[in-house]
């Protein structure tokens, strides 16, 4: 190893970890961060191609239990939907695969139609980027674009078919 | 309640149980099959453009700390990655964005450098359709395509980024 080398090695103990175990981030919107959402289970994945974004959405098990149930419209109290996007791009070894590239944001809906009646019946919020920065411009701008699906409890997102077994 | 519509209603109380809820299938190609898949967290997405489908890449919990960590080549004995297939279609309120569709098939690379030795460390299996019929026209068909990808221990996926949070 070289003095470079261990110049590198050094200060990528000293950075690395920092970014990569942050501690949890502010709240978005007020509401809490969703500890643990990057184990959570999927409900369905999808690919823009008007913003050049894919996505996976995934689900607390309420939530996944309500979508593999079909119980999604209202979704039950204690649900959160989880939208982790990034950039789209190819994968190297096969380029008609179209594949996660730089993380945009993670955003998020939260069901309590009592807590959150007066928007519909969900939290909104949203963290940016790698850092998880909380997106503090209220829920207006969330509710906005999700306003073509006000019928499907505002939810966008199609369940995909899980085939349950014992 | 007509005659009819209680008729189908009794045929559904009787066939869509049997369906929703399956017995565990049988193996395929002689690898038993990965119990609780629908819950293990995601890898990475994609939208493979040349035959029409979209995919969840999930992993046990072994393959998610390695895709993490960064840690996948090779990626660690115990190690399972899942990849799940839908063909694929639009949402209705928003056609912009592809999603999942006809569920087409789940499919595994099974990780254990000494067992499955003769097959470049990994067990091959697939379970097709909603019924997860086992594959078992044995792993040649799986390792032919795999083959672009033998240097990244023949792994397609491109674990994405996700936001580490203590």
């Known amino acids: 190893m070289t003095l470079r080398d261990s110049f590198l090695a050094s200060l990528a103990m000293i950075v690395l970890p920092a970014v990569a175990h942050a501690d949890t ?3 978005s919107n007020s509401i809490a961060y969703p500890v643990g959402w990057q184990e959570w289970a ?3 994945v999808s690919h823009r191609t008007d913003n050049n974004t894919v996505r996976a959405i995934l689900g607390n098990p309420i939530a996944v239990a309500a979508a593999r149930e079909g119980k999604t419209n209202p979704w039950p109290d204690g649900a959160i939907l989880g939208k982790v996007v990034w ?3 190819t994968l190297e070894h096969w380029p008609a695969a ?10 998020f809906m939260f069901r309590d139609s009592k807590k ?4 519909y019946g969900w939290g909104w ?7 998880q920065t909380p997106f503090n411009e209220g ?5 906005a674009c999700h306003t073509p699906v006000k019928d ?5 997102t199609e369940p995909a078919f899980f085939p349950e077994i014992k």
Do not use: D, M
């Open 116 to 119: 959150y009646a007066e928007t």
């Open 87 to 89: 950039k789209s791009t």
């Open 42 to 44: 999927t409900i369905a």
């Open 25 to 27: 981030p502010e709240p």
């Open 125 to 131: 919020g949203r963290w940016l980027g790698q850092s």
């Open 98 to 107: 179209t594949a996660p590239g730089e993380f945009v944001h993670a955003e």
């Open 139 to 143: 829920p207006q701008a969330c509710i």
């Open 152 to 156: 499907r409890n505002w939810v966008f």
